[in-house]
């Protein structure tokens, strides 16, 4: 019999740092630390040696016993490492190199050193690609072989979904960029080697039609200003573009005519929506949302079907990989045209179509209502006729599928960083598909998954992991489970 998969659970943690009993040595440090500074604690300076990465790129180096994490070590270097402590995790930042790493190269980026959004830019590409499928391997090797990883053939400019915040400079003029990892210190950035070209030419004319508009960056720190963050989407295959401006609040004086200016530098563009996000929060799109100009969507070409895209829809970022991606999920599942399909945590829909042509039904599930709306759009703009989404929990749907007695031949799934849920994936073993496709961002939290599966009474048969993300520490990965 399947054993039942494991719940949630345990004692409740304790939200913020835990306490430090007093007179605790500190394992890095002989003597008097020294005086703390917003909770963080500067050690002595290391020489030390990095063993391996992290799943966030970080070299690891091991100091007394203890692995210490180092932004931008590569594994074999050796730097003197000054360290530090913030309610009780240990730190390094690379004071000098002493010894490098073959592959190390110097970052392309002016803003490498202060930005860190591209955690593997000092490493090049054959290394990056030689570190992912290492971590591949060892994450979920011992379910089965892992194939070798399908490199990208643009590790640069390959993000068609581009987004920058508001701010202001030192001098108090607008500035676009990247908030600083684990911050909100605003990094100015005016081109980024991962955007499309089209989409950084985009935010450019934004950011210089900010002042003669009079169109004031938000400021977190007193709640004034209009503008937080601008988005951008280039369809890769059709060249159309869309912006996205998310504003603080509604009113947006003078919009037609700065609409009208940024058109006329950029024909390019399809439509201009406006987004309100007036909630202290990390997240950027609000609920409420307002058409400046066009259909409010764009549309995009995927392995020979079109898909329309909105604003708050998800869709990959990097298109010509994404073929790759999808092309191999769909081979791996190989469907004879008999078969049921649910793509689980459908998005738009581009899995579940791309299926159709060689499934007998397919069910698309997914939360995000506009994406729902999306779907249903590009199975009728592609003719797709055996094919249909709703709108609900990908979780609560199946279980009520395993309640109702039904079944499914094939799931895909592509669920978000945090993986999905044990009741889905009880309910999932209980519909009792013959084969699972799992597609994963975060190689981490499929492994937790596919364990479950497998003690469900699933095996793995392959796994192909992917480079979707050229410069960062990010992996994608497939893994085919058949009962």
């Keep these: 019999m399947p054993k039942p998969i494991p719940k949630k659970g345990g004692q409740a943690r304790r939200k913020g740092p835990v306490p430090q009993p007093k007179g605790r040595p500190n394992p890095l440090q002989k003597g008097k630390p020294a005086p703390a500074k917003e909770g963080r604690q500067e050690l002595p300076t290391q020489v030390l040696t990095c063993t391996r990465l992290d799943s966030r790129g970080r070299g690891l180096c091991l100091c007394r016993g203890r692995e210490i994490a180092v932004a931008g070590l590569l594994p074999g270097e050796v730097a003197e490492v000054a360290l530090s402590r913030r309610f009780g995790e240990y730190t390094g930042e690379v004071r000098a190199l002493k010894k490098a790493a073959p592959l190390r190269q110097k970052p392309p980026c002016p803003y490498a050193d202060r930005c860190g959004g591209c955690q593997l830019l000092q490493l090049q590409y054959e290394g990056q690609l030689a570190e992912k499928g290492s971590r591949a391997e060892a994450l979920l090797g011992r379910f089965g072989p892992v194939a070798p990883i399908l490199s990208a053939p643009d590790p640069l400019g390959y993000r068609c979904k581009a987004h920058l915040a508001a701010g202001r400079d030192r001098g108090g003029r607008p500035v676009t960029g990247i908030y600083q990892e684990h911050s909100h210190r605003l990094v100015p950035v005016k081109h980024c080697l991962l955007h499309h070209p089209l989409a950084d030419r985009i935010i450019a004319t934004v950011r210089e039609l900010m002042k003669p508009f009079k169109i004031a960056p938000f400021d977190e720190d007193t709640g004034e200003g209009f503008l937080r963050h601008i988005l951008v989407r280039v369809g890769q295959q059709t060249g159309e573009a869309m912006v996205v401006l998310v504003a603080a609040y509604t009113l947006f004086p003078g919009q037609g005519g ?16 406006l987004n309100v996000n007036n909630r202290e929060t990390s997240a950027v799109l609000g609920e409420y949302e307002k058409v400046l100009y066009g259909p409010g969507f764009i549309e995009d070409a995927l392995c020979g079907m079109r898909f329309r895209i909105s604003p708050r829809s998800f869709f990959q970022v990097n298109p ?5 991606l999808y092309t191999a999920a769909v081979e791996m599942a190989g469907l004879t045209g008999s078969e049921s399909v649910v793509d689980a945590y459908c998005g738009i829909g581009t899995i579940g179509l791309l299926a159709a042509g060689r499934a ?12 729902v709306r999306d779907a249903i759009g590009n199975a009728r703009k592609n003719g797709v006729k055996n094919a249909r989404f709703v709108a609900a929990d990908a979780g609560e749907y199946l279980v009520q599928m395993a309640e109702d ?15 999905s ?20 961002c975060n190689p981490e939290t499929q492994q937790r998954d596919v364990d479950a599966l497998c003690r469900a009474g699933y095996r793995v048969s392959r796994i192909q992991p992917v480079d979707m993300f050229p410069q960062t520490a990010h992996l994608e990965c497939i893994c085919l489970l058949e009962r």
């Excluded at 700065?258 to 929506?273: D, Q």
């Excluded at 007998?360 to 994406?371: F, P, S, T, Y």
């Excluded at 007695?405 to 993986?419: I, L, T």
């Design 258 to 273: 700065f609409v009208r200016a940024l058109r006329e530098r950029h024909p390019e563009i399809k439509t201009v929506v």
């Design 320 to 324: 010509r990989q994404t073929e790759r």
């Design 360 to 371: 007998k039904q397919v069910l698309g599930i997914e939360r995000n209502r506009d994406a």
């Design 405 to 419: 007695g039904q079944r499914a031949d094939v799931v895909f799934m592509d669920p978000a960083r945090a993986g």
């Design 421 to 440: 849920t044990p009741d889905f994936l009880e309910a999932l073993a209980a519909i009792a598909p013959a084969k699972i496709v799992y597609i994963s």
